[in-house]
């Protein structure tokens, strides 16, 4: 009983991680939860003021409800993340789910990004079918302002009239300003996609280093324990010997005279 008390209490004790260890893992998966509460406040301003604001324009309501996806998912991750390092040693299994998790959300942001990067090798095209098919009036006009232009290639192509650019028949069309201003907005937009895959391998590579030190720890806990249980059984034979031995009495040599 005593030697699989021994054992027990050596493997299942609680594993406390070192300042540093809990620092840079609580750290880098704030972040990460950071960034999936981003994702979910951006998308769902955007998909809310889609037919308001021009920034919406850039991307489609399917990219908006995908990043709001994507933030739910990051978010939730990143409480599987928090509570697997609360229990290493027996949590091992949401260890592993939490590395593999952010591996798929870095795999999707990168597919984001491939995604939108291929939609700006036509942007003339797309563009012009949004001016002219999908875009609101205020969105429109809030283009012709902005850019002193009318209509998306001069003033005879889906223009908003009531815009005070429009009133020169001979004004320039819309193309370039809207092509300026995609560029531009894009460019924002790759430079966040990219933070968010850098911030997910800082949360990969904290998630693989937590899953090392928990490997490590229980393979020394059971090495301890083995050593233990080993030391124990020696302690045991050596106790059984001696019993033995006091049990077993050899007769004085007088008791045989006398007889």
Known sequence: MAITRAIDVSANSPMKLKLGMKLSFGLLTGIYLATGISALVVGGYFLGTKKYTRQTIIVTDNVLRSLIAAGVYIVLNAFVGVASALSPLKRKNMIVAYIWLVVIAILVE???????????????????????????????????????????????????????????????????????????????????????????????????????VRNDEERWRWSRANAIFKSMKKLASSATLNGDMQEYRIPPANASEKR
Not at 130 to 154: A, H, M, P, V
Not at 159 to 172: G, I, M, R, T, W
Not at 185 to 205: G, P, R, S
Request: charged share 15%.
């Open 110 to 212: 990168t597919g984001v990004g491939i995604w939108l990067w291929s939609r700006t090798l036509d942007i003339n095209d797309l563009y012009g079918h949004n001016w002219r098919n999908l875009w609101s009036d205020s969105i429109k006009r809030e283009f012709q302002d902005q850019g002193t232009c009318c209509g998306y290639l001069g003033p005879n192509d889906s223009p908003v009239l009531d815009s005070e650019f429009c009133k020169d028949q001979n004004a320039y069309g819309c193309m370039i300003s809207v092509q300026q201003y995609a560029q531009n907005y894009l460019a924002y937009i790759y430079t966040c996609l990219f933070c968010f895959v850098f911030i997910d391998v800082a949360a990969l590579l904290s998630g693989m280093v937590l899953l090392v």
